[in-house]
């Protein structure tokens, strides 16, 4: 019964954001701002991404801007933090554009992008990766599921079995292989599948560099960018103690922080805020007054006053005539959003989060 009821209110909620212009659903869902992120911007994938989501060429993210710049104001960081404050706001929302884990592509394909078109923007880090001195366990296992699709057939089925071996597993193809890969956050199982393979992972952080370097982030802050932290490590934070949550968020930040000069560092979440306690972020804030506002995932859902949500911009496209698939991904966002509402308690609920949301900003 409960699945049918959600599937119904689904239906229901996609008709509504199909069809509602947006300029109708800003109004019903009311927000000062609204949060995109992305993570890369290239013409084709590299192995270290391409098994893991999908990405935006370069001309769809020109798109992009191009539709945030017709409809939106355009806000940085320092524009967010002082519309919070002081409660101001017009009638359109602001876009507040980011990028997580601190691709090389930023600086290469983003930021020239961004300043043809004037469009302000802040790229989160994860601090071990700058330098390229590490690399993120899931970028590894994607360089894993590559060493494998790109195996020969007989290469492959000896790569299978030798996994198999090792790690008591009966693994039948590449795709049972990818999908059990994918499901690992040990990263000390990853290394070994990794060494089994032969992905020389430090080789590959020495000649593809993945990752912006001291130096190129020192670039994108001269051309006015907005640099933040995405943890040290990009582990999940509910998997850690209190005191590692800490160090994560307190320390990314004051890396970030002795590298840029900031007054305050704004953070985002490696993968989401879930499960964590808002209390105990709220005191990791008082205490270390670097760590700016906290940046989570749940699209246009409200948290404490101090957790910006976003919505997540790469998607496929949604039409085959090459227009941008941006005014569809925020339909989804205001659909996801109308169908939780709904689900907890109908239109009651979306006056207390409209409610909450003119007290909170």
Partial sequence: MRRTAIQVTRRVTGRIAGVVPLWALHRLIPRTFIGVFYHLVSETA?????????????????????????????LSYRDLVAELRTGQQGRTPGIFLSFDDGFAECLTNVAPLLLRYEVPCTFFLTTNFIDNRAM??????????ERVLGAGQGERKLL?????????LSLE?????????????????????????????AGYLTSHRPYLSREQIKTLIGQGFTIGAHSQRHQKLIHLDKAGIEQEIAGSCAIIQDLTGADEVPFSFPNSAFGLDRDLLA????????????????????D??????RIWAEAPKFSPDGRSPMAAILRRAYQGYLTGALLRGGGSMLDRQNDANEASL
């Fill in 173 to 201: 193809s590449e795709q049972t292989f990818a999908a059990w890969i994918k499901g690992l956050i040990d990263e000390d199982r990853i290394a070994e599948i990794c060494e089994l393979l032969g992905v020389d992972v």
């Fill in 46 to 74: 590299p192995p270290h991404v391409k098994h893991l989501y999908p990405h935006r060429s370069i001309e769809d993210f020109e798109s992009d801007l191009r539709f945030f710049k017709e409809r939106y104001r355009l």
């Fill in 160 to 168: 299978l079995a030798e996994l198999n071996r090792a790690f008591s």
């Fill in 304 to 309: 404490r006053e101090f957790i910006i949500n």
């Fill in 136 to 145: 993120y366990y899931r970028n590894k296992v994607s360089l894993c599921i």
């Fill in 283 to 302: 005191r990791i804030r008082d205490k270390h007054r670097e760590v700016g506002l906290l940046f989570d995932t749940k699209d246009l859902n409200l």
